[in-house]
């Protein structure tokens, strides 16, 4: 694993981040439909596609709180792990670059 799949990642999920506070920012509209984010894997790194959510026809708004609170934790998470991962390889290379000289 490269740096490269590291910084898809976090803009992947930057990206569904971002989807999902719109989301949230629009619970109280009315006929609001919520749009959703899917993760794929893309050469070797990780690609957010986002798309409308299925449309019940209601007046209210259709973003569900159980689902928008839980993804942007996921999101948290993973861009969490993805710098921690990212660092690691900094030191790595850092002490390699030591050892060398």
């Known amino acids: 694993m490269n740096i490269s799949n590291n910084i898809s990642s976090i803009q992947a999920h930057q990206t569904m981040m971002n ?56 999101a948290q998470k993973a861009t969490a792990i993805n710098i921690t991962a990212i660092k690691a390889q900094d030191e790595m290379f850092g002490s390699l670059l030591d050892i060398k000289a």
Not at 34 to 58: I, K, L, Q
């Open 19 to 74: 989807t999902n506070a719109n989301n949230v920012a629009n619970v109280n509209s009315d006929g609001f439909v919520p749009r959703d984010t899917r993760m794929t894997a893309n050469d070797g790194g990780v690609r957010a596609n986002t798309r409308m959510a299925d449309n019940n026809g209601s007046a209210k708004s259709q973003t569900d709180l159980a689902k928008e609170i839980p993804d942007q934790i996921v």
